[in-house]
């Protein structure tokens, strides 16, 4: 009888390719463990800092007693954290009310000027036969100058007219005596436009209440600072734009006197 012939595998034995497999999850598993346990030493102590100077932790201290405090940590008696906190909250710096109350003065003396502006601005309205087509009134937010396209401009067209440069030459007088900031709001109507320089009425609108903010500067000492130009176009119609008497009161430019600390 013939002996048979032991199959001898080719390549490596299969323990072998199983113990590799683990050698090198372990190997896989300790580097990630190294990774983690790596610190980058500068964030840590800003993050140590901005945890030992927050008051809330050196106010109100923990109630449980520290058997092991840190190098940097000091024991308290209790309560004296929170002591001097509320004391801080008690003690109301006099020269933070002093100034509290000169910023209330001012923002009423500055409410009883643009009242007084607004009745000048009336009367130089009925001595020059301009109430028809110039308006003033006060709002929440300051006085409001309201002029028609046609006192200021020709149809389609950003350039001041002669006709209503005395009355920004006033204008520029009166807001001359005031600190406060001005917007210039231009707006039209809601028919479309569609020019080589004018493409849509937004850029009419902002172009018109550039114009007089131009104006006013350049043909007085006014600070350009003060000045906010704003183009809104058909969007705040005060009336419906159903006529061509009411095209006409929505064509116009406002000129806003804003109040003293009002937001825009």
Known sequence: MKRRKKKIDKGAPKWMVTYADMVTLILVFFVLLFSMSQIDLVKFEAVAESFRNRMIFDSFPSTLEMDHPTENSEHREENEGSDDFLNNLSDADPEDETNQQTNNDIVEENQESLDELLAEIKAFLRE??????????????????????????????????????????????????????????????????????YPSNWELSGARASSVIRYLTNNSNLDRDRFIAAGYGDTRPIVENNSPENWSKNRRVEIVILELNKEQ
């Open 128 to 197: 020059n036969d301009l109430e028809n087509t110039i308006t003033a009134n006060r709002t929440d937010q300051g006085v409001v100058l309201i002029l028609q396209e046609r006192v200021l401009f020709d149809t389609a067209e950003a350039d001041i007219k002669e006709i209503g440069e005395p009355f920004l030459e006033k204008v520029s007088l009166l807001v001359s005596n005031i600190p406060n900031e001005i917007r210039v709001e231009g707006h039209t109507d809601n028919r479309p436009i569609s020019t080589q320089q």
